[in-house]
């Protein structure tokens, strides 16, 4: 069983950067692939991006394409979000998803989910 817990979330103005982190405890982090979803408000969740096990192969939602990058630390038990050029339509709750093994686009499919963490991205 995994335990997520995001932070790094904020107010930061259109253009500017945010670095989310998602620490993970619990056992066999290694073995999972992570995501990051994020839901506006009004607005149904979405897939933001995700990440293999490995740390070997990544994916981008087209809206967030450029802008984030994924990265994880296996040895730290994190999974991060690097958000750059960001916009207000960016404005969102993100969550940290697990999932054993291998990822999906859909947020039903993971196993783990964190509590989320606020972004605001001010006009």
């Known amino acids: 069983q995994l335990q997520l817990v995001e932070s790094g979330g904020g107010l930061v103005q259109a253009g500017g950067s945010l670095k989310l982190s998602c620490a993970a405890s619990?056992?066999?982090?290694?073995?999972?692939?992570m995501g990051w979803f994020r839901q506006a408000p009004g607005k149904n969740r979405e897939f933001v991006s995700v990440?293999?096990?490995?740390?070997?192969?990544?994916e981008y939602a087209d809206s967030v394409k450029g802008r984030f990058t994924i990265s994880r630390d296996n040895a730290k038990n994190t999974v991060y979000l690097q958000m750059n050029s960001l916009k207000p339509e960016d404005t969102a709750v993100y969550y940290c998803?697990?999932?054993?093994?291998?990822?999906?686009?859909?947020?039903?499919?993971?196993?783990?989910w964190g509590q989320g963490t606020q972004v605001t991205v001010s006009s």
């Open positions: 998803l697990a999932r054993w093994n291998d990822w999906s686009l859909h947020d039903n499919d993971w196993d783990y």
């Open positions: 619990g056992r066999s982090f290694s073995s999972y692939a």
């Open positions: 990440i293999s096990w490995s740390g070997g192969e990544t």
